[in-house]
Every structure is written in structure tokens, then in C-alpha cells.
């Protein structure tokens, strides 16, 4: 039986090496992965309905679809990428009444779609939507230059404020991204067509108006418009590409405004704003690539959405991209130099604070708090409570923004700030924190930090 469980580990730390390493692991599951006996391919064999889905080693026909499955059998490319590899099958599933009849399609495989539960299905954020983004006259689409539509905040409303919600909507299509790599074209174009043709005819016209680059096929309408998530619920946690309509009119920039998170539980996808945004301003979204180079961003950009990006840095005048780029190498030479062994802990004093500036500066906020709360234990286990706890309370907020305010991020901090003195790491570091910090000839060094004021939180 499938295990979901979006609890993390509770527990404290000398956590400044937890943190570090653990973030990049994914929460363990255990994962249950059902196999479809009878799969029918509907490309072969259109007239075939039937393709029973494993539910919790039971089998049942078309729990939770309200359309008969339609699968095809498609070639997959090898893993070298030099040849064709396995079969694999490819369904579209749909369930024309989810989320108060907004409807959902999933082409995926059968094992993707056998680890949707109907629990999933019940915690739909049907009751949240209308209360946010377009609803409360928060944003409108309208023309954006160089880059088509867009999305802005209104003019007559206030400003959008940092980690507030501005669209919180459940996809109306999930296309597993292998199915776009196979050469197998009108197999591929038969069952994502049928994943549109099955949805409410409201959805279908405003999916089949969202900007195309390339020929107006739902492919691509898919390619162009889908946001990647993951969906770990399955062995090897696939890649799935998403459309919310909402979203799609989203244009990128290298600095957004907003960032995004889905909640592979519920369904619910959430673009939230990362910054204050005024009235009139376009809200964007990265689409990646923030942290490369001008040259190399826009070369990316191109080469993976066939866009040249006409976003407010990249086309910055020369000295801003030049100062940017140059940041980005510091940023990148101070990553590549944090200490990765508990016994150099002390020369975070020296690295981080410089870190946070120049991310700070450069405005890639969303990795502030990991490292502010970094910072912050250390201080702590120092035993330097006006420092700890001054981090402390920025990575809290931060965290509020980028993980929510109820996220378990924002809470893990906030008992170091609300009680350091009581916190784990309090004292924790074993003699003389100052040893070795100085190293001759580098910057290495907690004078930049002890220049750092200390406000009052
Ligand atoms: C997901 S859509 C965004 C909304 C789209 N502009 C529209 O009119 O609906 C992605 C497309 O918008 C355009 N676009 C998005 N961001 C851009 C940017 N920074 N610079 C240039 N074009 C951009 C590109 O044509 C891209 O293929």
C-alpha cells in the first residue's frame, strides 16, 4: 500500500549540515506501483475501451475516469539517446468533473495513473478557487510587447505583497514528458488530442487559445505552455508536464516576481508573489536558467523554449548585464568554496553574509533563507545570541515567502529565533570558534559579517 506523507523529518541539529545535504534529498516513500494487466492500444485498436487501471492491488476498469481509457504503445528512446529503447504505453485519462467541473486529463502511463488516489481526487482545491487571482480582480491579461500577452497586476487594486497567493488553480492537462520524446508523432498527437477533446468545452476553447509556437497542434500548446513537475508518487519519480491556463499567460524573466509550487497531493498548483508588485506591473515567472550568464541564459532560453528573452535584464543596458554577470560569478566561485566538513564550520562566518549580499543584490531571493538559516545556527552554536537571532528572524521571513507561512521551513527557524538560548544548537560547537578562521592571503574571514548591523527584528 502506498504511503503518502507530506510530514518531513522533525528533529534538530547541528543542523547546518543537515540542512545542506538533506535539502536536495527528496522525502523517502515508498512508493506502490501498479501494472496494468490488459492494455489495450487505442492507436491499433481504436474501437478498444477497456483498460483497466491496479488501484491498491485491486483492479478496477475506470476508477476515477469518467471516459474509458484510450492507450498507445510507443517507442521510447534509449537512454544513451543513440537509438530506440523499450516499449512503453501511454494512456489518456480524464475525469470531466473534477474541481467543480473544471476537469483534468492525464496522458501518462498507466502506473502514473494508478498512483492517483481517490483521496487526491477529494482534497481537489475546488472550495479555495474563485477566492483567488483573476476572481478578486488581483491581474488581467494583456498585450506585453515583444513577448505577446502577459499577465499584470490591475491598476486599481493595491500592490500584491511578498508571498501573497495569485493564482491557486488545479491543471487541466499532465502529459508525461517521455511521451514527447518518442518519434512515434501521430500516436503521440492521438492521445493528447483525445485529452483535450474529453475536457468540459469551456476548458477546451480556452486551452486551445493559449500562444502556440510552432504549428497550433496540442503538442504544441503543451511544449509552449507546460510548467515541468515532478510526479514522485511512482519508481523514478517521471517529469510531467502541466497546463494551467491561468499560469500559461506568465511570461518569464531572469528576476521574477513571483514563484511557483504544486502540490502533488492535491493537485493544487499555486503561483504566489516573491516580491511586492505594484499595481500595473507585469507578474512573471522564471522559466530557468537564472543563474547562467547573460550569453548562456539567452542561448538556453532559445535552444529550450525558442524564445529570445526580451525580459527587463536581459535587456538591460551594458554596465547592469555586465554587473550581473559579474555577481553571478562570485556567487558561483563563494558556492563552490563553502566548507563541506563539520570542523570548517567556522569560515561560514567569513562566506555566507558576502552570499546573501550578492544574491540579495542580484535578486535571486529564493535561495536566501536556506542560507540565512544556515548562518544563523551557526551563530548559535557559537553562542552569539543577537547574531543568531537576527538571521534567525530573516530567514524566518523569508522562508514565509518562498515556503509559505505555514511551511514546516518557517517553523523549523522560528524556534531559534522565538527561544535561542533553548535551541539544540546553542553551544553547541566545541571549542574555540575563532581558530582557524583567519586563513592567511584569503577573504576568508567574520569581520564582513561583524560589519553586518544587527537590527532589531
Ligand atoms: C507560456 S507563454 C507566455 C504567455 C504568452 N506571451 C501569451 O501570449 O500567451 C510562453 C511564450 O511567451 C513568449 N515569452 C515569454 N516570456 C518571454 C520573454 N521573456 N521574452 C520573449 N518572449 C517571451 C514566448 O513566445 C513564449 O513562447
Not at 125 to 135: R, W
Not at 231 to 249: C, G, M, S
Not at 318 to 344: C, G
Request: proline share 5%; charged share 25%.
Amino acid at each position: 500500500m502506498m504511503v503518502r506523507n507530506n510530514g518531513r523529518p522533525q528533529g534538530h541539529l547541528l543542523a547546518i549540515f543537515a540542512i545542506f545535504f538533506v535539502a536536495s534529498i527528496a522525502t523517502a516513500e515508498i512508493f506502490y506501483t501498479a501494472f496494468s494487466p490488459v492494455i489495450q492500444d487505442g492507436f491499433v485498436n481504436t474501437a478498444a475501451k477497456i483498460c483497466p487501471v491496479a488501484q491498491d492491488g485491486y483492479t478496477s476498469n475506470n476508477f476515477p475516469w469518467t471516459h474509458d481509457p484510450t492507450c498507445v504503445n510507443v517507442v521510447l528512446p534509449n537512454e544513451e539517446g543513440t537509438g530506440l529503447g523499450i516499449h512503453q504505453t501511454f494512456c489518456t485519462y480524464t475525469n470531466v468533473n473534477y474541481n467543480n467541473g473544471r476537469g483534468i486529463s492525464f496522458v501518462v502511463s498507466p502506473e502514473v495513473a494508478a498512483s492517483i488516489t481517490s483521496e487526491t481526487f477529494g482534497m481537489s482545491v475546488g472550495g479555495l478557487e474563485g477566492q483567488v487571482g483573476e476572481e478578486m480582480g488581483m491581474w488581467e491579461v494583456k498585450e506585453a510587447g515583444w513577448k505577446g500577452r502577459g499577465l499584470f497586476a490591475k491598476k486599481d487594486v493595491g500592490a500584491i505583497f511578498s508571498g501573497e497567493s495569485v493564482i491557486l488553480k488545479t491543471p487541466v492537462l499532465f502529459v508525461a514528458k517521455e511521451l514527447l520524446a518518442t518519434p512515434s508523432t501521430s500516436r503521440r498527437q492521438f492521445v493528447l488530442k483525445k485529452a483535450v477533446e474529453q475536457l468540459p468545452r469551456k476548458i477546451q476553447d480556452i486551452l486551445m487559445k493559449l500562444d502556440v509556437s510552432v504549428d497550433g497542434t496540442v503538442e504544441d500548446i503543451v511544449t509552449t505552455n507546460g510548467i515541468t513537475v515532478k510526479w514522485p508518487w511512482v519508481d523514478e519519480n517521471p517529469e510531467l508536464l502541466t497546463v494551467i491556463p491561468e499560469a500559461a499567460r506568465i511570461n518569464h524573466a531572469c528576476r521574477p516576481n513571483t514563484l511557483w509550487r504544486f502540490d502533488d497531493y492535491t493537485l493544487s498548483f499555486e503561483v504566489f508573489a516573491l516580491k511586492d508588485i505594484k499595481p500595473g506591473e507585469e507578474i512573471t515567472r522564471s522559466y530557468g536558467f537564472e543563474k547562467r550568464s547573460s550569453h548562456r541564459r539567452v542561448k538556453s532560453l532559445e535552444a529550450n523554449f525558442g524564445f529570445t528573452c526580451q525580459c527587463a535584464l536581459c535587456t538591460a543596458p551594458e554596465p547592469i548585464l555586465s554587473a550581473s554577470n559579474d555577481r553571478l560569478s562570485e556567487i558561483k566561485a563563494l558556492k563552490s568554496v563553502l566548507p563541506t566538513d563539520q570542523k570548517d564550520t567556522p569560515q561560514l562566518l567569513g562566506l555566507l553574509p558576502n552570499l546573501i549580499q550578492q544574491l540579495e543584490e542580484e535578486g535571486l531571493l529564493a535561495e536566501l533563507p536556506m542560507y540565512e538559516e544556515i548562518l544563523a545556527y551557526t551563530w548559535s552554536s557559537f553562542g552569539i545570541e543577537d547574531r543568531a537571532r537576527y538571521w534567525a528572524g530573516r530567514a524566518r521571513r523569508h522562508w514565509a515567502v518562498v515556503a509559505g507561512r505555514e511551511s514546516w521551513d518557517q517553523r523549523r527557524v522560528g524556534d531559534l529565533f522565538d527561544d535561542v538560548r533553548g535551541h539544540s544548537t546553542w553551544m553547541s560547537w566545541e571549542g574555540d570558534p575563532w581558530e582557524g578562521i583567519w586563513k592567511e592571503g584569503t577573504e576568508i574571514s567574520p569581520l564582513k559579517e561583524l560589519a553586518f548591523p544587527v537590527h532589531r527584528i
